[in-house]
C-alpha cells in the first residue's frame, strides 16, 4: 500500500513539475503529455505491476510492442494518450484489474540533420515543435561563408526540396520561425560562391559573391583601379556549360557571375 501511495504521490509530483513546463514552453507540448514520433524510445510501467514494466520504441510503421497486449499506435499520441489507451486494454482483457499505467518518453528518436556552413554541423534531437531558425540556431548560425539553405525531407511521392537565402533567414526577410523542420529532414548550408579579381586594382585575390554585383562593384570592392588600371581594358575568364574556360571581354556594366576571374589591365599611355 505505501509502494503505491508513493508511487502515485510521484506522479502527481511529476504531472505538476510538466504543468510548469507546459507553461513555460507553450505550445511545444501538446496537452497529457510530449507528442509521440516514430523512433522515440518509450518506457511504461503498470502501477504495483513491476514485472510487466518495458521499453518499446516506436517503429517505423508507428507502433509500440506491450507485453498482453500486442502492437498498439503510438505515433502522433501524447503520453497519457497512451497510458490511457493501455489501460484500456489490460481491463478489456482482465489481465490487470483496475490497471494504472505510466508512460514516459525516455530517448527522442527524432532527428535533424544539420551540414555545410554552420558553425557545428551534425545531428541534432528534436523533442518539440522547432523551427528552421531555432535549429540553425542550435547548430552554431550561419557562417560568414553560408549562403543558400537547403531544407530536404522524404515526401509522399518523393524528395521534397526547399531554398532559401540565408542571409533573408538572418535578416528576417524571409521568417525563418514559421518554417517548422521535422523528423529525419536533411540541412544543408552551401558554400557562398566566390569571385576573383586580378591585375592592377587595389587588392587582388577572392571575394564572396553574397548578392548581385557589376563589375564596376566588384572592382570598388577589390580597392577600386590601380594608378596603372585602366576600366576600359577589362576582361573576364568565365566557365562554360561543358566546363571549359573562356576569356571575353568585359563592361563595368557586366553582371559577376559566381567563380568569374575579373582581370584589370594596364592603361595604355
Known sequence: MQTILRMV???TLSLAALACALLAAGP?????GRVLT??????????????????SRVEQDGTVQFPYVGRIKAAGLTEDTLART?????????IVTDPHVLVEISNFGAEVSVQGQVGT??????????TLAQILARAGGLKDTGATVVLQRQGPNGKIVKRFDGKDIISGKVDGNHILVENNDEIYVDLAPFYYVYGFV?????????????VQQAIAIAGGLGQLGSDWRLKIKRRTADGQTEEVP????????????????????
Not at 87 to 93: K, N, P, Q, V
Not at 250 to 269: C, G, H, K, M, Y
Open 86 to 94: 493501455i489501460e484500456s486494454r489490460l481491463a478489456a482483457r482482465q
Open 202 to 214: 587595389g587588392k587582388t585575390g577572392e571575394f564572396q559573391l553574397t548578392r548581385p554585383l557589376t
Open 9 to 11: 504521490g510521484i506522479r
Open 121 to 130: 554541423p551534425g545531428l541534432y534531437t528534436i523533442d518539440r515543435t522547432t
Open 28 to 32: 511545444a507540448y501538446a496537452a497529457g
Open 38 to 55: 516514430k523512433s522515440d524510445v518509450v518506457t511504461i510501467k503498470v502501477v504495483s505491476q513491476p514485472d510487466m514494466d518495458t521499453s
Open 250 to 269: 568585359a563592361s563595368l556594366d557586366d553582371q559577376v557571375r559566381p567563380n568569374d576571374t575579373i582581370i584589370v589591365n594596364e592603361r595604355l599611355f
